[in-house]
């Protein structure tokens, strides 16, 4: 019987492991290998195959929870949101940078979290990091809110707004709703 000595939450026995654990991964995986390797044959499909199956087994238990996406297509719709913020913010920054220091407000701003499993929140932290000009700088999971630096913000409340839109209103509806009955 093993001693709990720092931790008052009852050790979970391990999980067993699953021969497949994250199918959409293994295929993107697979993908991806026969893409860098520029070529489809066989024995770069049975390569790829191989790895595609063998790394996510053997990770699987690093993986704190099972992914469950929903709604893939509110996905493809949110990356392409990030991406076009991305180049856009890329250019505001240089803009920003390139003028008058003085004219620079810098800021922080809390951002309320709805979501509540850890892997959403890393996605929206990541993002909001992503996007020039922001970066999170902490996670405050008892308050339930994000800490964002800004370059450059004049209304915090509608930055907050945009990225509770933007960002974070996709992730939950991706990773945490509830399922269709």
């Known amino acids: 019987m093993a001693l709990n000595l720092g931790n008052p939450q009852v050790a979970k026995p391990p999980k067993a492991r699953s021969w497949f654990p994250h199918a959409a991964l293994s295929c993107f995986m697979l993908v991806l290998w026969l893409l860098l390797a ?38 493809c719709k949110f990356l392409l949101v990030v991406m076009w913020d991305i180049v856009i913010a890329n250019l505001i920054l240089a803009a920003r940078i390139l003028g008058p220091v003085k004219r620079l407000q810098p800021g922080f701003m809390q951002v309320p979290l709805d979501i509540e499993q850890e892997f959403t929140i890393t996605l929206l932290a990541s993002t909001i990091s992503l996007t020039p000009g922001t970066v999170s700088a ?44």
Not at 46 to 61: D, E, M, N, R, T
Not at 149 to 178: G, M, N, W
């Open 38 to 75: 520029n070529s489809i044959s066989v024995g770069q499909v049975l390569l790829g195959s191989i790895l595609a199956w063998f790394i996510p087994w053997f990770s699987q238990g690093f993986w704190p929870e099972s992914l469950r996406m929903r709604k893939p297509w509110v996905l």
């Open 138 to 181: 902490d996670l405050n999971m008892e308050g339930r809110y994000l800490l964002v630096h800004s370059l450059h913000v004049t209304d915090i409340d509608a930055a907050i707004a945009a990225i509770k839109q933007r960002y974070e209103a996709p992730l939950k509806e991706v990773f945490e709703c509830s399922p269709q009955p």
